[in-house]
């Protein structure tokens, strides 16, 4: 800007030192924004992106706008560290709104419908594919209400690189793919990728013993009591294991599952035809095997005398019918990206045809569990009675408290040489605990046995005391600013490019997240190391990210 004597990046520096610790709780900003005649000199590359993004708009600085976030302390400081980078441009002045999460949820996958002048920070959890981190997002065919592509993202190329990434099934060429993909991402910022999660579970480990991290955040209960993945954990002095959730279950039923507290509520209720386990290697759970028939098609064998918790017995049928149940619901995408039909050859076979090939077959069916015919026949509500055939069954659930199960006796595994046929653990509780330091509390006060969210600062701490237990594993996912395209000036790539280049990303890793997680500028988690590794990661932060 014109007549100040300090640079752009000392100026910004000087601003995150004086952040202000509180948050504003204003509501959205105005459809149209605040629009005010403002004569700004751009100060560097970034800000020139935004004046060149500003004038193709139509827009005079400062436009009005507000950063939504769902209430937790740390997402409140990033918030804070974005308003302070963005409105130092003097291009904006933007607010920031905080939202209970069921609310903010709503908002964000109802906002380019309801064309909300906002942006969202939000998370990601991907899987061991790289398709998990861009497909829902970004392709075209997945726009919200049926996707998660909230922004209603729309491009032609980036949906081709999508499609032919799921259809190759040579890893190389997969490889060039999504590496073309990414950089177009990037380049287009419909998005700004921010921060790789890492994955951090502390326990009491007076209580708790075999604990193991698993890396993506709706695997994180799988640790209580996984067979086919060889894992189980023993408590001491109690048959009771008491975890927590960072929020409310929104659903229970998997086909509209889209939040992570949902996912891990239920993870040791239902169960799949195979299964991830802890280092990303595929096993087989309800299948007892499978073969390639051509390049479209699948015959799996199944497990017998798998009982499901409302007595019903496994069969094909109910495999058939667990994948077609999930037409015309929001993760819709999950079977049918791939799924055209199935033929039922005995009670204990089935072939599965694929409408094309399709690279990550096997491990999509790690995401679509299968359920009773009550549930497929619209007999059962799996929203209010999740049953599955997985170790433990759904006893209650009371919102804004506590979920609880209890070990399924009838459960299918017979036992190994390292582990138990039985669960060691009678019960599981997991206590909804929205705020960091109150889940850091309650572990603490042995109130809980174990918990995925205390604070990041407090970590190091937690690590040096014995009386804990503290893991630490990259995760499966990124933390984002999502820009509204439908709003001027944001439907402008000139304006999110140059957004992108401002943001503080080793700052709030280090500041926010006390070293928790890794800077991100693409969207590909490390944990696909062969999809993203950091020599490519390093050119597109210089090539796009990094100003000079």
């Known amino acids: 800007m014109s007549g100040h004597s300090v640079g752009s990046g000392e100026r910004r520096a000087l601003r995150r030192r004086s952040l202000l610790k509180g948050v504003g709780t204003a509501g959205i900003a105005g459809l149209g924004g605040c629009i005010r005649s403002n004569s700004i000199e751009a100060d560097g590359p970034a800000e020139e992106l935004i004046q060149e993004g500003f004038a193709a708009t139509g827009i005079e600085p400062p436009f009005e706008t507000t950063i939504a976030v769902a209430e937790d302390t740390e997402r409140s400081r990033f918030a804070e560290l974005l308003k302070a980078e963005l409105e130092d441009t003097g291009f904006f002045d933007i607010s920031i709104a905080e939202y209970k999460w069921t609310t903010y949820l709503d908002l964000l996958t109802t906002a380019a419908d309801k064309g909300e002048n906002a942006l969202f920070i939000a998370s990601w959890t991907g899987g061991w594919d790289p398709d998990d981190y861009v497909n829902m997002l970004f392709h075209s065919d997945n726009h919200t209400p049926e996707g998660l592509n909230v922004n209603h993202y729309t491009n032609e190329t980036v949906d081709k690189y999508i499609d032919s990434g799921l259809e190759e099934t040579v890893t190389d060429e997969r490889v060039d793919i999504y590496r073309q993909l990414q950089e177009r991402l990037v380049a287009d910022s419909p998005v700004s990728f921010i921060r790789f999660s890492e994955t951090a579970h502390a326990w009491n480990a007076d209580v708790v013993s075999g604990w193991q991290t698993y890396p993506l955040q709706p695997g994180t209960y799988s640790a209580v009591y996984a067979p086919w993945a060889d894992v189980y954990t023993n408590l001491e002095g109690s048959d009771e294991f008491v975890g927590d959730l960072g929020n409310d279950i929104s659903t229970t039923d998997p086909v509209s599952m889209n939040d992570s507290p949902s996912s891990q509520a239920v993870q040791l209720i239902y169960e799949g035809l195979v299964g991830i386990d802890f280092d990303g290697e595929l096993q087989p759970v309800l299948a007892d095997g499978w073969k390639r028939l051509d390049a479209t098609s699948y015959r799996f064998s199944l497990q017998e005398g798998v009982q499901f918790h409302n007595g019903e017995e496994l069969t094909a049928a109910h495999v058939k019918g667990s994948f077609e149940r999930y037409e015309g619901k929001p993760r819709e995408s ?120 205390v604070p990041s600062a407090s970590l190091t701490e937690l690590d040096d005391d014995d009386a804990y237990g503290v893991d630490r594993h990259i995760g499966g996912g990124f933390d984002m600013l999502i820009y509204p395209l439908y709003h001027d000036p944001f439907s402008n790539n000139a304006v999110r490019r140059g957004c992108n280049m401002l943001i503080p990303r080793e700052h709030i890793v280090e500041e926010v997240y006390h070293g928790l997680g890794r800077p991100a500028y693409t969207p590909i988690s490390p944990l696909a190391e062969a999809y993203t590794d950091e020599a490519f990661r390093e050119r597109i932060a210089d090539e796009y990210v990094r100003s000079s």
Do not use: M
């Open 334 to 453: 999950d079977v049918f990206d791939w799924y055209d039909d199935s033929e039922i050859v005995d009670d204990y076979t089935i072939d599965i045809h694929c409408w094309r090939e399709y690279g990550p077959f096997e491990q999509r069916l790690f995401n679509v569990p299968i359920v009773p015919i009550a549930a497929i026949n619209g007999d059962l509500d799996l929203e209010s009675t999740p049953i599955g055939t997985g170790p433990y069954q759904f006893v209650d659930y009371q919102a804004g408290d506590d979920w609880r199960l209890e070990r399924f006796e009838d459960y299918w595994f017979a036992g190994s040489e390292t582990v138990p046929a039985t669960a060691p653990i009678e019960t599981v509780r997991l206590e909804v605990i929205t705020e960091k330091a109150s889940r850091q509390g309650a572990l603490e006060a042995g109130n809980t046995d174990f918990s995925d969210g």
